[in-house]
Every structure is written in C-alpha cells, then in structure tokens.
C-alpha cells in the first residue's frame, strides 16, 4: 500500500513539474519582453547622447567653414616666357635645318608663351596683405587675387622666401576678412583641422582630417622645413591655402603632397603658422628674410653616440664639421662638440637647432651650452648672416650626414 502510495506521490510531482515548466516557458517571454525592450531602450537613448554629440562636431566644422570663407582667396598669375634666341627653339641648340624644322615645332613667340598658374591664399590683415606659397606666384608677372565674392584684385608681391617657400602679397582694398594666425606648437597629433583651398580650380573646397604629425623634417621639400603632416585631403591647387583648427585659427599654410599619382593619399604638409608668421614679420619689416648663422656641420644623436660621448639622453645636436673663419669656428667650437644649448633653450635635435639659429638677429651675441670632453662648458658666439650664395662659394668641411647651420 505504501509502494503505492510512494509512486502517486511521484507521479503527481512529476505532473506539476511538467505543468509549471510550460506554464514557463510560454509566459517567461512575454514577462521578459518589457524588461528587454527597456534595456534596449536605454541603451538608444545613450548612442542619442553620442549622435548629438558628431553632430556638435559636425556644427563646428560648418561653422568654420562659413567663418573662413571670406578670407580664403583664388590666386591666378601669368608668367610670360621669352624665347633667348628666336632663331632657336628655346633658345638651346644649333640651328635646325628648314626640312627638319617641323618635327621641332616648340618654338616660343617672339611675343612670349603665357603660363598659367593657379593656387590658394589666405587675407591676414584687413587691409589686403596675403600668404600663401612662393611656388605659386614665383616668376610671376602679373598675379590675380579673386575673393569669394569672385571679385578681382590685382595682387603685388611684397616679398617672397624660397627657403620656406612662403609669400607675401598685398592687395588694394580695406574692409577685408582677415583669418588669425594660431599657433602650431600648439596644435597636438590627433586634431581635427580643415583644409581650405582650390584644388583643379574648385574654389572654397574644405576637406577633414587630424594632424598626422608634427615638425616633419627632412622631407626635401624646402630649405627649412617645420611640416605639419594631414590627411586632410590636399590637391594641385590647394596649395598656399589655410590649414585650420576648429578655433578657426590658421595654423599652417598647405604647400605639398606625398603622392605617385599626383593627387592626394593621406599625406599632406603644410608650414606651420609659427614659421610662417616669423618669415611674414621679417618680409614686412625689412623687405627680405635674414637668417641667422652659425657655421657648423650638425647631425642628431642617436644612443650609440650619445653613450659614447658620455651623454645621458640623444638630446643635443653634434657638430661633425666647422666652416673655416666662420662665428663657430671663431669662437672656438671644434668637431665632436655637443650644442646642448642656445641662450638658454634646450636643443632638440640638429632641425630645431637650425630653426633656433635662423631665428636670431644676425651680429647678435648668444651663449651656448656645449658638450665637450664629458663635462658642459659655455661659449660665447657672435651670430653671422647666412648668405646661400656665398655659402655655395665656401670650402666646405667634411661634415657627418646632416646639415649645415
């Protein structure tokens, strides 16, 4: 009777489960189903916070578009190209026999052949004066700056700087929107900017990328360079156009790509706006941009050599060659010489000893900080001119891989 009893018992048990297991299963999803839908409806709300937020992102680089529109210029210019001897064609060559003339067909008009070029500029002042590249207007004879308004002015070259390849122009007018200079040194890698320019002739066309990288040197692009490198979008024609941040501040002047096709690939430079003001102010205020000069042969440390020097870090620019009769060389500095400092600022590496050396008022007295023989020592120098032409005259010492200063 028990046994009985005991099987009943589990049977029923077994019953009830079965019961309450679908009882379950078909009630669970629609138990579940309000508590899913507000999960996923907090977390819709949360992206609504981030959507908000690119399109804050994307409010600010209209309005900084619309906020540089007026001051990015259209630069045209003409070169007329003169044949030296119109007997030949271009000038070069013995002369070619009548029969042949026709395969040679590249002669220049005795009038002259125009050449047409086209770029970007930026107003940075009110009443007219312009920036863009030297490459640009270079060779120029006539030169064109039309506003976004598509108005016309003529443009005058104030000064031009083929080390940098910056260019000052000036227009006739007052009123003008003139774009801020920012600062560069400030600009960090991982910034948006915008670059605004002219590419193929497509005015006031603005593209979006960050800084890639910053002081970018020996490129080969110019003398001196202090390259801000973008992937913002730059093409033939955009070149002396703003490159801008999201205060609105120009912080470099676009003049270069690295490209195979000629169009871009992510890789694109600009000068930086601190360069850039430095060659404008002595454009303006003496008509040409003297550099200094100090007479050494330089090159970057690297551990092996800062070790074998007895130095702690590779900052430091090392002297591998002295120019005879040169500042450095009067001053006493000799080959093997460690520039630690220059009137009391660091030295980090040959590049920014150059940019250092360049920036000060020839015939000027600065001290510098020189390794030597495992301990510091100061010396006094007297900063020379740095002439090209006549540095291209001088013997030049033999000099470590680097460049001169």
Do not use: C
Request: charged share 25%.
């Amino acid at each position: 009777m028990k046994a009985i009893q005991r099987s009943l018992l589990i049977l029923l048990v077994l019953v009830l489960g079965i019961g309450i297991g679908i009882g379950v299963t078909t009630t669970l999803p629609k138990l579940s189903s309000p508590w899913a839908h507000a999960v996923e409806k907090t977390q819709a709300a949360a992206s609504f916070v981030k959507v908000q937020e690119a399109d804050d992102l994307s409010i600010s680089f209209k309005h900084v578009a619309r906020a540089l529109r007026p001051s990015v210029v259209t630069i045209r210019s003409v070169r007329t190209i003169r044949a030296e001897n119109p007997a030949r064609p271009n000038g070069a060559g013995p002369e070619i026999p009548g029969e042949f003339r026709r395969f040679f067909d590249q002669r220049v008009p005795e009038g002259g052949l125009q050449q047409q070029g086209m770029g970007t500029g930026v107003i940075v002042s009110e009443d007219g004066y312009v920036l863009t590249n030297n490459h640009v207007v270079r060779g120029a004879d006539e030169v064109e700056v039309i506003l976004s308004t598509n108005r016309r002015l003529k443009a005058k070259i104030v000064g031009t700087d083929k080390a940098t390849d910056v260019a000052v122009l000036k227009v006739t007018a007052k009123g003008l929107a003139a774009a801020r200079l920012g600062s560069s040194e400030k600009m960090e890698v991982g910034d948006w900017v915008l670059a605004i320019g002219s590419p193929f002739g497509l005015d006031q066309t603005v593209t979006a990328g960050i800084v890639s990288a910053k002081g970018r040197a020996n490129v080969g692009i110019t003398d001196y360079e202090d390259f801000i490198q973008t992937d913002a979008a730059i093409n033939p024609g955009n070149s002396g156009g703003p490159l801008v941040n999201l205060k609105g501040e120009v912080i470099g002047i676009n003049t270069a790509i690295a490209s195979r096709s000629g169009g871009s690939t992510g890789v694109g430079f600009a000068i930086s706006s601190d360069m850039v003001r430095r060659v404008m102010e002595s454009i303006l205020d003496n008509g040409r941009v003297d550099r200094g000069w100090l007479g050494v042969g330089i090159q970057d440390l690297d551990e092996n050599l800062a070790q074998s020097f007895g130095l702690k870090s590779t900052r430091g620019a090392l002297v591998g060659g002295v120019f005879p009769e040169g500042p450095a060389a009067q001053a006493g500095l000799k080959s093997g010489d460690v520039l630690l400092k220059v009137a009391g600022q660091e030295v980090r590496d040959a590049n920014h000893l150059r940019h250092m050396v360049a920036g000060i008022e020839p015939k000027k007295k600065v001290r510098l900080e020189v390794f030597r023989d495992k301990q510091s020592i100061e010396v006094e120098v007297t900063i020379g001119l740095r002439d090209v032409d006549q540095l291209s005259r001088r013997a030049i010492p033999e000099l470590a891989p680097g460049k001169a200063s």
